[in-house]
Nanobody, 116 residues
Framework: QAQLVESGGGLVQPGGSLRLSCAASGTIFRINVMGWYRQRPGKQRELVASITSGDNTNYADSVKGRFTISRDNAKNTVYLQMNSLKPEDTAVFYC??????????WGPGTQVTVSS
């Protein structure tokens, strides 16, 4: 069965950076359009960045210019480089397929807290 494990979160001051990683197993990773989602306190989970098998990327307006998604198919891993972090970026971050009809069971997520 496919599995996802996110890592790299933590506590960071406003303006700081973090790099998240998501390791996938049990799926033909390279053909999946993958995305990073976040769930802010009291809000629904939302897609913030996505990347195709051909490395085409797309971003939510709220993170455009600050976040960069990338992938390493050889390592079955997708990354999210987050720069210029803001308190409103505080959330649990998850990765998964973008096709919501074919979601992999959600991983544990990784907590990102932006606070001074």
């Amino acid at each position: 069965q496919a599995q996802l494990v996110e890592s790299g979160g933590g506590l960071v001051q406003p303006g700081g950076s973090l790099r998240l990683s998501c390791a996938a197993s049990g799926t033909i990773f390279r053909i999946n359009v993958m995305g990073w989602y976040r769930q802010r306190p009291g809000k629904q989970r939302e897609l913030v960045a996505s990347i195709t098998s051909g490395d085409n990327t797309n971003y939510a307006d709220s993170v455009k210019g600050r976040f960069t998604i990338s992938r390493d198919n050889a390592k079955n891993t997708v990354y999210l480089q987050m720069n210029s972090l803001k308190p409103e970026d505080t959330a649990v971050f998850y990765c998964n397929r973008v096709d919501t009809t074919r979601l992999i069971p959600w991983g544990p997520g990784t907590q990102v807290t932006v606070s001074s």
